[in-house]
């Protein structure tokens, strides 16, 4: 059963990273046409990148009172970054924002991309729900066969 117990330390950072890449992607698509933001021009798309981490306080580790680092690897976000694709550039020279010659610079989200990429970020963070309750039910019935 002990490995059980490992499941749950690394389903639980996937369910984490992928909370955060859903927050990101959510402000991508609220964003889509935000011509204007603080840090001055049109609101540039985030992007995240995921890496591998040790599990370092692993449940498991922690009931046998023992640490081997390094044993346990799960997913962590290294980074959100600014995606460095050009602005969409439409003509509108009514527009507030529209420069000298008549163009707006908008965001560089693609809103069906960005749907897409929720879409998928859903039905992994889902899946990882679903080891998680798989993995209950089954030490559930372990203890049930122990008793």
């Known amino acids: 059963?002990?490995?059980?117990?490992?499941?749950?330390?690394?389903?639980?950072?996937?369910?984490?990273?992928?909370?955060?890449?859903?927050?990101?992607?959510?402000?991508?698509?609220?964003?889509?046409?935000?011509?204007?933001?603080?840090?001055?021009?049109?609101y540039r798309r985030k992007e995240v990148v995921f890496a591998t981490k040790p599990i370092e306080n692993s449940f498991e580790s922690?009931?046998?009172?023992?640490m081997e680092e390094g044993d346990l690897e799960g997913v962590s976000i290294e980074r959100v970054y600014d995606d460095p694709s050009p602005f969409l550039m439409k003509f509108d020279p009514t527009h507030p924002d529209a420069g000298t010659d008549g163009y707006v610079r908008y965001p560089n989200v693609n809103i069906v991309t960005e749907m897409?990429?929720?879409?998928?970020?859903?039905?992994?963070?889902?899946?990882?729900?679903?080891?998680?309750?798989?993995?209950?039910n089954m030490i559930s019935k372990a203890f049930e066969i122990g008793r």
């Open 116 to 136: 897409v990429n929720l879409m998928n970020a859903s039905k992994v963070y889902g899946a990882n729900v679903t080891v998680l309750q798989s993995i209950k």
């Open 1 to 42: 059963m002990s490995g059980h117990f490992r499941v749950f330390d690394v389903t639980a950072s996937a369910l984490s990273s992928e909370l955060k890449r859903i927050e990101v992607l959510s402000t991508n698509i609220a964003n889509v046409n935000s011509t204007r933001t603080p840090e001055g021009g049109p």
């Open 62 to 66: 922690a009931l046998q009172g023992k």
